[in-house]
């Protein structure tokens, strides 16, 4: 059996929870270096109600980033909000291969581990198979969907104005390809 570090190729995203994306924008972009490529404007049915979001990307080299939400409803920024653990909405995703994935997958059902420690998600950008490790620490195993790189582009192309309207009270979601 591979090691853990052997069949994930690369961190995909970590992912936070802020109150204020602005503020986070500017310290990653403007403070950091790290440059914005994606904001995906999302609403749908999570843990038991409609969600109203967005979900930023920071690029911080090989592929990877650091990922943010931020909610459009008061009470869902304090039911997942930064200073509450544990939050689906923040966890470590890896990049894996759908053989690695449904390799995890397997070894997970063989051990027992089921719903709601591991779930799985199509996104439509990528497919994620999600668990919760024995410290309650949320793990996303994310294969890239076949156009990852055209999908990543459009992203980019779109990130700050994205951003900009969703900040602005438009959270019409921009996630066509998003399975509920």
């Not at 990877?64 to 930064?82: I, K, N, R, T």
């Amino acid at each position: 059996m591979n090691t853990v570090s052997q069949v994930v190729s690369k961190l995909h995203h970590n992912a936070h929870v802020t109150t204020d994306m602005r503020a986070v924008q500017n310290f990653y972009e403007n403070i950091i270096g790290f440059p914005l490529v994606a904001t995906w404007c999302e609403q749908t049915q999570l843990f038991g109600k409609e969600r109203t979001y967005m979900h930023c990307f920071f690029d911080v080299g090989n592929g990877e980033s650091l990922a943010f939400f931020q909610f459009a409803d008061a009470e869902d920024a304090a039911e997942f909000g930064p200073e509450l653990t544990p939050s689906p909405f923040r966890h470590i995703a890896m990049n894996v291969d759908q053989v690695s994935q449904d390799g995890i997958r397997d070894r997970l059902a063989a051990a027992g581990v089921t719903e709601p420690q591991t779930y799985i998600l199509d996104h439509g950008y990528c497919y994620s198979l999600y668990v919760t490790d024995p410290a309650g620490l949320l793990i996303e195993f994310t294969v890239d969907h076949e156009n990852a790189d055209q999908i990543n582009a459009e992203r980019k192309a779109s990130a700050h104005a994205d951003l900009d309207r969703w900040l602005a009270g438009d959270h019409a979601p921009n996630n066509e390809a998003y399975h509920r």
